[in-house]
């Protein structure tokens, strides 16, 4: 038996949906027995002449005096010699501690989380393993625009729409309708809360509906939660945690497949840091089965993580302070959320703010005489100000977490001008 088939034996046997919704690149891969696997058998050998890397001759890295010297409070193994493909063990293991203490005392099992290029490599992970021409992805309309090209572009998947937004909540019944229609069809359902563009997080009894809708679905399904703005919430009553969690604990592995996305993007404020997990809800005995898939993939694409940025997050991770600055910094956004919630109270013209309570952004709804694109040319000549066009329900997106606060007052005027 190859060792594809027998990864895909265990992943039939312990998550069904899982493997039901394999794409046939992701029943293919297994992480070969190459030179990383050849090297990490190796580790701790007396004279290791495994891997294309330059070293001291004794496993110590040897970096240009001009590199090292910039980052002297770095691991320097772990900045200047090459990552195993899954990521630093002590990095993975730190940001699931930090994940479990999010969890707030969750019972739901997970893989331990594989370093990846950022979250857009976790999302593209799930589309490679998970997507192909026979695969329909449900996400709402507007969503992150890199979905379409993740899962369409490069899977050929189909797409199933709903209006994000029903009235001032998110629209559950249209996710419930679009999943009926999806009954015995592979399908993978994006979650993704706080949302981008919308900056909205679903209330709690709205959470609670979207995990009944979610795991009572019939399957085969993977539902891909998203958490790239995890823990950017400015209101009370709202999700409290992660979906994944919930979900995790109500799905029938028969059925529904369970996937976390996240990373220190947004989460860390470490954008271009590029550090990104994904992870699995399932069991002990289809973890490596799992790795084994994604490693292959990593492998076969960008490569391993990099070093420099791993080293920069497990040292952030292990600093008593990180959380008290996280927090500073959400505070700081919260303010700036809350000057925009003013300022459109205080005249919105003819703007019509969609609901918004989390993350980076609030959409902005244009009257229908008027073109998102159209308008959003005028306010960058006439008006010097940038935001992005949403045609699909004709809104401009606002990222109101890069502007000042004493600014949001001008900002918001300038809108309501540009519009007249
Ligand atoms: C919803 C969502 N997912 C994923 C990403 C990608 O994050 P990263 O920069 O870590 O690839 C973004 C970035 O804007 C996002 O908005």
Known sequence: MSEAKRLNAILERETPALAACLS????????????PAQSGEAKGTEINATVGQITDGNGRPLPLEAL????????????????????HADLRNAWARRQHQLALGSTAWATTPITLHGLTQGVSMVA?????EDTTVVMPTPTWENYDLLFGMRAGAQFATYDFFDGD?????????????????????????????????????????????????????????????QGLLYESGLLKRSMFWDLAEKADPERLAVI????????????????????????????????????????????????PSQALVLAALRNPKLEDQ??????????????????LADGAGRLDPY??????????????????HEVRKKLISDFSVGTIAIPEINALRVAYCS??????????????????
């Open 326 to 343: 996280v927090a500073e910094r959400v505070a700081l956004l919260g303010r700036r959320y809350r000057a925009l919630k003013d300022a």
């Open 169 to 229: 909540g998110f629209n559950v019944q249209g996710l419930a309708d679009t999943l009926k229609g999806l009954a015995g069809k592979k399908t993978v359902i994006v979650l993704t809360f706080p949302g981008n563009p919308s900056g909205y997080a679903p209330t709690e009894a709205e959470v609670d509906a979207i995990v009944d809708v979610v795991s009572s679905h019939a399957g085969p399904a993977v539902a891909l939660v998203d958490d790239a703005y």
């Open 260 to 307: 976390k996305v996240d990373g220190t993007t947004k989460e860390l404020l470490f954008f271009p840091g590029r550090v990104g997990f994904i992870r699995f809800h399932g069991t002990s005995e289809m973890a490596a089965a799992i790795t084994s898939k994604v490693k292959f993939v990593g492998r076969g694409s960008v490569g391993g993580p990099p070093g």
């Open 128 to 132: 490679d393993l998970f997507a192909d």
């Open 24 to 35: 046939p690149l992701g029943r293919r891969a297994a992480f070969p027995q190459g030179i």
């Open 355 to 372: 609901p918004f309570n989390s993350g980076c952004f609030a959409l902005v709804g244009l009257p229908d005489d008027l073109d998102a």
């Open 403 to 420: 502007i000042a606060e004493e600014t949001v007052p001008e900002l918001v005027s300038r809108l309501v001008k540009a519009v007249g």
């Open 68 to 87: 090292a010297e910039l980052v002297p409070g770095l691991d320097e193994k772990t900045a200047f010699l090459y990552s195993p493909q899954e990521g």
